[in-house]
């Protein structure tokens, strides 16, 4: 089970969440306008390290992106990825509606900001960048697991 967020730390202001979202390689093509709809609809959370944020198999509501900290990405019991600041994870059963694909464990003390569902969808309707840059981001992870043989679409 998702363990509730830990309370430590300042909410970040406005200006320094902006300045954050534009230095995410996601966000960086994205206009002032596009930038302050994805600072809308964000949620600071905190987690502990050993907080699972997401679960393989279980269905997701939220997509993380990572501010401090770092996390293991699990497939099976098998470490695929270390995550840190900047990265994003947890979009793709937001965008497919599908159960999750990997379970996200904190190895050290987490910051995140979460975006719900709905908020991620208007993010994508409004901001044409974000969508082109997101999909370069997904198709970097297929090329990915490509070079290391992992799993093939028929």
Same mark, same amino acid.
């Given at each position: 089970?998702?363990?509730?967020?830990?309370g430590?730390?300042?909410?970040?202001?406005a &200006?320094?969440?902006?300045? @954050?979202? +534009? $230095?995410?390689?996601?966000? #960086?093509?994205c206009?002032?306008?596009?930038? *302050?709809? /994805?600072?809308?609809v964000?949620?600071?959370?905190?987690? &502990?390290?050993?907080?699972? @944020?997401? +679960? $393989?198999?279980?269905?997701? #509501?939220?997509?993380?992106?990572?501010?401090? *900290?770092? /996390?293991?990405?699990?497939?099976?019991?098998?470490?695929?990825?270390?995550l840190?600041p900047?990265?994003l994870?947890?979009?793709?059963?937001?965008?497919?509606?599908?159960?999750?694909?990997?379970? /996200?464990?904190?190895?050290?003390?987490?910051?995140?900001?979460?975006?719900?569902g709905?908020?991620?969808?208007?993010?994508?309707?409004?901001?044409?960048?974000?969508?082109?840059?997101?999909?370069?981001?997904?198709?970097?992870?297929?090329?990915?697991?490509?070079?290391?043989?992992?799993?093939?679409?028929?």
């Open positions: 089970m998702t363990a509730r967020p830990k430590a730390g300042a909410p970040l202001a &200006p320094a969440l902006r300045a @954050l979202l +534009r $230095e995410v390689p996601l966000f #960086s093509g206009s002032t306008r596009e930038i *302050g709809r /994805v600072a809308a964000v949620s600071e959370a905190r987690f &502990p390290s050993g907080t699972v @944020l997401t +679960r $393989e198999g279980r269905a997701g #509501s939220l997509a993380f992106l990572m501010v401090e *900290g770092s /996390v293991a990405v699990t497939t099976a019991g098998l470490v695929i990825a270390t840190g900047g990265d994870f947890g979009e793709l059963s937001l965008i497919d509606g599908r159960p999750r694909s990997a379970t /996200v464990q904190a190895v050290s003390d987490v910051h995140v900001l979460e975006i719900d709905p908020g991620f969808r208007r993010i994508l309707r409004g901001a044409p960048e974000l969508v082109r840059s997101l999909l370069g981001t997904l198709a970097g992870r297929i090329r990915a697991m490509d070079l290391e043989g992992g799993p093939r679409q028929p």
